[in-house]
């Protein structure tokens, strides 16, 4: 038998978890400790599977397969392909960083660690399953540590944040069940491989298709989010500890554009047709909004939320103009963003830390006192507006030509012009913050201030050369990416 790799990096955070809550005494170091151990060998193993996938091969590889609950046809049923491989990748990475970033945390750090790595798995369980019942299962393990680390490690109105998050979710998993169990109905499996092959929309009347097709995907729209059911994110960045906003905007809210190329589009292919128009106006929608609504914020952590409901209506352009290009783009954007805004949210808590400030009016000239985090910022806020060389202009490129030059929806090249308008607002309002917080007048109550220690230097230079790897040799995702969306093109 071949060794479990999934199973091993899917389980590897919550077994360490269980052996944090166990561990004799408290210790804070030795369980910090243990929570970086756990997360780094999932991370590494991740990487062992990035250099062994096979780029000529269609479908899932490394798949672990077995019958589960017979009766109604579950299986515990695991692989992963080109479009999720990239982000199991990047789970493990962030996850990883998370800890790093949450050294300092002094409350309850047992219970914190615990919830932060049952978290990890969680979202891990989504990118690997292949069993609708085991994807829906991860997809709801997330909500109680997300709760929890809210609630209890957060800031301002932080049981609010919570509880919002918290409803949002289940609003759209009870559409998502119903669905699944429609789709069952209908089928008469859950594996999600063999349903994206059996043409669903021919078989169905186009009435059972769509409604079983929106059902589902209102689900992902809410956690991408997409406007209008994205008023959550800006709550719960901000009010989150900064960890939980760097795995929040890192890779929960990729769960949702996942599951719309996965489940939605992959076994709809028809409905996804017919309907994307009207996805293609709501991406346009949410890019323009998102932007104008980050240009009004005073707050950082606010301003990045907002920053990353308009960066979300670009993949959702890519994925709902269905050419395999503008798919690739809308993969590696979600790559990308989570990597750049994961570095955005971590310089955020680097900044509150130092001065306990995040308001950007009562910033400035911060560079005197922090070069190194003013620096790594700037890189950070140049390459979320598209800067050439980073993986946000790579993502962006790709996206943007895949879009404008695809076949399926009328007028996309009006709505492709549109949406680029989201860049140029976006180089506005991150220049705008960059020169408030550091490179105004300086303020004699930030002298003093220390800049970033050598813990803190060693995670936010890794995020840098993640953005400055994908953006220089986009090619180390891409290739292996178009060949997780071939297949789902395939049905177009």
Known sequence: MDFPYLSTIVFLPVIGAIVIALLPGANPRRIKLAAAAFTAVSFFLSLALFSMFDRSLDGPQFVEQLSWIPAINVQYFMGVDGLSLPLVLLTTFIGFVAVLVSWNINLRVREYFAWLLVLETGILGVFCSLDLILFFIFWEVELIPM?????????????????????????????????????????????????????????????????????????????????????????????????VSVVLAGVLLKMGGYGMIRVAVGIFPETAHSYAPLFVVVAVIG????????????????????????????????IFALSQ???????????????????????????????????????????????????????????????????????????????????????????????????????????????????????????????????EKVYIFAFVAVIMLIGLYPRILTDIIKVGIQTITGGL
């Not at 998502?176 to 789709?183: K, Y």
């Not at 078989?203 to 997409?226: D, E, G, N, R």
């Not at 950082?300 to 907002?306: M, R």
């Not at 990353?308 to 352009?317: P, R």
């Open 325 to 455: 290009v503008s798919m690739t783009g809308a993969v590696l954007q979600m790559v990308s963003h989570g990597i750049i805004t994961g570095l955005l949210f971590a310089m955020v808590g680097l900044v509150y830390s130092k001065t306990h400030e995040r308001s950007i009016p009562r910033l400035g000239g911060l560079v005197r006192q922090m070069p190194v985090i003013a620096v790594v910022f700037s890189i950070a806020g140049l390459a979320a507006l598209g800067l050439p060389g980073t993986s946000g202009f790579a993502a962006e490129v790709i996206t943007f030509l895949g879009s404008f030059g695809s076949t399926m929806v009328p007028g996309i090249h009006i709505y492709t012009i549109l949406a680029i308008t989201g860049v140029v607002l976006g180089a506005g309002y991150i220049l705008w913050m960059l020169r408030r917080v550091f490179y105004g007048p300086p303020r004699d109550e930030y002298n003093g201030v220390p800049d970033a220690d050598k813990l």
């Open 287 to 318: 890019v323009i909004y998102g932007a104008a609504m980050t240009l009004r914020q005073t707050d950082l952590k606010k301003l990045i939320a907002y920053s990353s409901v308009s960066h979300m209506g670009f993949v959702l352009l890519g």
């Open 147 to 243: 709760y929890m680390l809210i609630s209890i490690w957060g800031t301002g109105r932080k049981e609010y944040s919570a509880i919002k998050f918290v409803l949002y979710t289940l609003f759209g998993s009870a559409f998502m069940l119903v669905g699944i169990l429609l789709l069952y109905f209908q089928a008469g499996t859950f594996d999600m491989i063999a349903l994206a092959g059996m043409g669903l929309d021919s078989i169905l009347s186009s009435m059972m298709a769509a409604a079983i097709f929106f059902l589902i995907i209102i689900a992902y729209a809410i956690k991408l989010p997409i406007f209008p059911f994205h008023t959550w994110l800006p709550d719960a960045h901000t009010d989150a500890p900064t960890a």
